[in-house]
């Protein structure tokens, strides 16, 4: 593969900028699931990676990495080596349609998309996007989903991670040619349908977690549509999950935040949103503090309020 790096003054002002802007920022304490590197991390393993050995090997086989940003952002700096995966396609194929190989359960195209990446189950996929993590969450599931065993998202996303990366792993323009490989993705199994759904609003099987803005919670006029939320659901938006500092918050604070909502160590839960990225976040949010039991109903309140059988609170 051949990687081209600009010239340190091309990049010069992208690098500022992030350096500036993260001033203030902290290091948080070390994540207890493999579902979430720190920036600090990946920096320290990529440049392992660009070292020699005595051999004139590498030291390790570099990770795929995955940046979920627009292409705007990424052309001018990413991580060398980076790949852009283009979310706005990515969150389109998983919520088309409504038959029974549609979305995330079209595993024909999903294994074409991903392994033209270049990755299969057994490889290791870091993701970031801009600093939000709704993006690379997203990505993050949708690979979980299809088989891909080890994925994760950069704690802080771009932000965190430019300011840390040695300026010679920074590049502009593309990272150069990659090798598809095959990949065989499965049928998803952590995702929550709306009929099951209606089912837990009923039972109260598991707890219900609506991760939407608090204004998106509750039930009002909005353009026609209905608005509201799952019956039974409680509120805590996903943005209560992230610190000042841009990164998550502690374990203990995310488990603090869940156990509001309801969810109890014998009680799993299913998380919601609006289009499936936040509630993805918070899927990757409840593993990364331990909570293994945390489902998705992906298709969220853009298929639940348009469904006029779906009830509303």
């Known amino acids: 593969m051949t990687r081209k790096l600009l010239p340190l003054f091309v990049i010069a002002l992208s690098l500022q900028a992030c350096t500036t802007s993260q001033m203030v920022a902290t290091k948080p304490e070390p994540a207890k699931s493999s579902v979430v590197i720190e920036p600090e991390e990946l920096a320290r393993s990529l440049a392992s990676s660009q070292?020699?050995?005595?051999?004139?090997?590498?030291?390790?086989?570099?990770?795929?990495?995955?940046?979920?940003?627009?292409?705007?952002?990424?052309?001018?700096?990413?991580?060398?080596?980076?790949?852009r995966v283009d979310m706005s396609d990515w969150t389109r194929a998983s919520r088309e349609g409504d038959g029974p190989k549609q979305g995330l359960r079209n595993v024909d195209a999903w294994s074409v998309r991903i392994g033209a990446l270049g990755?299969?189950?057994?490889?290791?996929?870091?993701?970031?996007?801009?600093?939000?993590?709704?993006?690379?969450?997203?990505?993050?599931?949708?690979?979980?989903?299809?088989?891909?065993?080890?994925?994760?998202?950069?704690?802080?996303?771009?932000?965190?991670?430019?300011?840390?990366?040695?300026?010679?792993?920074?590049?502009?323009?593309?990272?150069?040619?990659f090798v598809p490989t095959r990949f065989a993705a499965r049928e998803p199994s952590d995702v929550v349908t709306r009929e099951e759904l209606k089912r837990i609003s009923l039972d109260r099987t598991r707890a219900i977690i609506d991760v939407r803005t608090a204004d998106e919670y509750k039930a009002g006029e909005d353009k026609g549509r209905r608005s509201g939320h799952v019956p039974g659901a409680a509120s805590v938006p996903h943005k209560q999950?992230?610190?000042?500092?841009?990164?998550?918050?502690s374990p203990e604070e995310i488990r603090a935040l869940f156990a509001g909502g309801g969810t109890e160590p014998d009680r799993p839960a299913v998380v919601y949103c609006q289009s499936g990225g936040r509630a993805a976040f918070a899927a990757l949010a409840a593993e990364h503090a331990g909570l293994h039991d945390v489902s998705v109903y992906y298709m969220s309140m853009g298929e639940w309020s348009a469904d006029p059988s779906c009830p509303m609170e």
């Open 51 to 83: 070292a020699p050995s005595r051999a004139g090997s590498k030291l390790e086989s570099r990770p795929i990495l995955l940046d979920a940003r627009k292409l705007e952002d990424y052309g001018p700096a990413h991580a060398a080596g980076a790949q």
């Open 119 to 177: 990755i299969d189950e057994d490889s290791t996929v870091i993701v970031y996007d801009e600093g939000g993590m709704t993006s690379a969450a997203r990505a993050w599931f949708i690979l979980r989903e299809c088989g891909v065993r080890d994925v994760r998202v950069v704690n802080g996303g771009w932000a965190q991670l430019c300011p840390a990366l040695d300026p010679r792993l920074v590049q502009a323009g593309s990272p150069g040619e």
């Open 241 to 249: 999950m992230i610190a000042e500092s841009g990164r998550l918050r």
